[in-house]
Each structure stands twice: as C-alpha cells, then as structure tokens.
Antibody, heavy 124, light 112 residues
Framework: QGQLAQSGGEVKKPGASVKVSCKGSGFTFTSYGIGWVRQAPGQGLEWMSWISVYNGKTNYVEKFQGRVTMTIDTSTSTVHMELRSLRFDDTAVYYC?????????????????WGQGTTVIVSS | DIVVTQSPVSLPVTPGEPASISCRSSQSLLHSNGFNYVDWYLQRPGQSPQLLIYLGSNRAAGVPDRFSGSGSGINYTLKISRVEAEDVGIYYCMQALQPPLTFGGGTKVEIK
C-alpha cells in the first residue's frame, strides 16, 4: 500500500520560505505522482500542486505558480515542496498525497496514500 | 477552474440511520473513457484525509460497504446506509477530471 512521511512543523516569518519534505516508502516511488494539499485552520482542503516522480511533469493552481517549487530526490524517495514569500494566510497544515495510479501525465484520478501533514505557521 | 459545491454544510445523524451528501460541479466530470472523475474523502478529527470513493462509485481498499457513491455529469451523491459512530468527520468531494483539482467545501457529519 505504501506510506508517506512528512517533515516536522515549521514557524516562519512573513516573506521567508519554507520547504516541506515528503518521503515515500513501501511502493515504487519513481512510478507515481505526488500532490500537495493544504488546510488553513478551521478551513477546508485546498489542492495546490502536483509533480510526477515518473517524468517530472507538474501542475499548479495558478495562484501558487511562481511561488511553489517542487523537487524530487529519488535517492531518498523524497519530494520537497518549497513555498516562497510566505504570508500570514499561508499558515496551514500541508499534506502530500500519492496518486492512486502510476505513470500519470497530469494530476487527475484519486489520491490514496496521504502523509501525516506538516504544520506551517507564519508569524512575525 | 471547475467549481465544486457540496451540501449540506452540516449533517447531524442518528447512529443506524442513513445519511446522504450531495456534490455538484460547474461542469461535467465525465471523462472520455466513460468514468466520472469524482472522489470522496473523509477527514476524521485530527487526522489526514482518507480516500473513500473514487471514479464516482468505487470504494477504496478497506472502506466498508455501507459507503456508496453514485451520480453522473455534474451531480454526485455519497450515501452511508447506516451511520456508525466512527463515521463522524468532514466529508469532501473532489473533482479529479483535470488540474487544478478542486474540492468541495466539506460536509461535517456529527452524531445527534
């Protein structure tokens, strides 16, 4: 089935950057895509972006394009998501989630394995 | 972007009774392959979301058969045949047809 383990919580100042890591295990990491979903305090789920570990393709919500960079480290089966120019309203729990199907060329279908979430607090 | 709207926002339920959540999208979620690209997720309190239903009506691994999904085009429904205490949480539908993927606002299911 597989597991995703995320990095620990972060506290950052406005204008700074944060990098959240998502390490996969128990599945063929290089065959799947990883999506990022965030949840502000007391709010619903917001899909942010997606990267295919298989072929490097990416999709973004337009508002995050230019502020989010996703990178892949296949040697450690880890995807990193960096969010720059942090604002107070970026305070949220950030989740990574694995595609249910491998070899996808864009974000679609379902996400069946989720990380435990990483809390990012933006505070002055 | 495809807009997804859920109702109701809050759903008090009695254990053993059925429950139903609706999801409507701003455009059809029918893929050219004939499947409806809508998923349902449950987020229990303090937990990560978990996949319940994919492609509109397929239960994910380990999901009890009291959960069922139906619908086509722009209208979808998640039904719980007999609610149990462990079913409390927030249910989200998500359109999985095209990026950016979008979630409904969520339905909070709580026990009366």
């Amino acid at each position: 089935q597989g597991q995703l383990a995320q990095s620990g919580g972060e506290v950052k100042k406005p204008g700074a950057s944060v990098k959240v890591s998502c390490k996969g295990s128990g599945f063929t990491f290089t065959s799947y895509g990883i999506g990022w979903v965030r949840q502000a305090p007391g709010q619903g789920l917001e899909w942010m972006s997606w990267i295919s570990v298989y072929n490097g393709k990416t999709n973004y919500v337009e508002k995050f394009q230019g502020r989010v960079t996703m990178t892949i480290d296949t040697s450690t089966s880890t995807v990193h998501m960096e969010l720059r120019s942090l604002r107070f309203d970026d305070t949220a729990v950030y989740y990574c989630a694995r595609d249910m199907l491998p070899y996808k060329t864009e974000a679609s279908y379902a996400m069946d394995v989720w990380g435990q979430g990483t809390t990012v607090i933006v505070s002055s | 972007d495809i807009v997804v709207t859920q109702s109701p926002v809050s759903l008090p339920v009695t254990p053993g009774e059925p429950a139903s959540i609706s999801c409507r999208s701003s455009q059809s979620l029918l893929h050219s392959n004939g499947f409806n690209y809508v998923d349902w997720y449950l987020q229990r309190p303090g937990q990560s979301p978990q996949l319940l239903i994919y492609l509109g009506s397929n239960r994910a691994a380990g999901v009890p058969d009291r959960f069922s999904g139906s619908g086509s085009g722009i209208n979808y429904t998640l039904k719980i045949s007999r609610v149990e205490a462990e079913d409390v949480g927030i249910y989200y539908c998500m359109q999985a047809l095209q990026p950016p993927l979008t979630f409904g606002g969520g339905t909070k299911v709580e026990i009366k």
